[in-house]
């Protein structure tokens, strides 16, 4: 009876193949070059907050897929010529990540993994617009939204708190061409590079 009954939980503990949490943490992202006739600086984002949510799906001990949402606080920026003007915006990412255990799941203990996979990330930005912009020689902060494919790479650990409930703790690095509707490059101007939001978050997940 008691080899049957510990049975049985293992069968439930490999049974979970599901799993759905919610995460927070904050954005970095690494800003691009302008370059124009007037000189040059540099655009993108500045980090915020970010909070996010996941459903994930573990057929297998080796490999899992999940769909994550993320909300970004990303405000717009510019600097350069010791100016540094800044208009409020957010994005929202969502996609799907192909996960890849090191070491086969056995439903408990701590569990490494990678992640790769991709879909889009809208960026918008929320402010006010006004008739000036500090560097406007440069580019335009603008009250616009523009969706964009993206890439995400990254990992974590997955970390057992009980028999349904995980702690998770995990980065994501989200790649995207730049959006240069949001962020404008002025008359005669460049906007250069891909942008690189490392978006690093803690979160809890329930087993199901």
Request: net charge positive; aromatic share 10%; proline share 6%.
């Amino acid at each position: 009876m008691k080899l049957a009954g510990i049975g049985l939980m293992a069968c439930a503990c490999w049974a979970q193949q599901y799993e759905f949490g919610g995460a927070a943490g904050a954005g970095f992202v690494k800003n691009v070059n302008v370059t124009s006739p007037a000189g040059s600086a540099t655009a993108g984002f500045k980090s915020g907050a970010a909070f996010g949510a996941v459903l994930g799906h573990n057929p297998y001990s080796l490999v899992g897929g999940e769909v994550r949402y993320s909300y970004l606080q990303s405000d717009l920026r510019l600097a350069g010529a010791g100016a540094e003007p800044t208009f409020a915006g957010v994005a929202h990412a969502i996609h799907y990540d192909l996960l890849l255990h090191p070491r086969k799941s056995r439903g408990r203990g701590v569990q490494p993994f990678a992640a790769v996979g991709g879909g889009m990330k809208m960026y918008r930005g929320t402010g006010k617009e006004t008739a000036y912009q500090p560097l406007n020689r440069y580019a335009y902060l603008t009250r616009t939204q523009e969706i964009k494919p993206m890439g995400s790479v990254g990992g974590g650990v997955r970390i057992p708190i009980g028999s349904k409930m995980a702690l998770r703790t995990e980065f994501r690095d989200y790649i995207t061409p730049f959006p240069k509707k949001v962020i404008a490059p002025a008359p005669g101007a460049k906007i250069s590079g891909w942008v690189h939001d490392i978006v690093p978050m803690v979160g809890i997940s329930y087993l199901f």
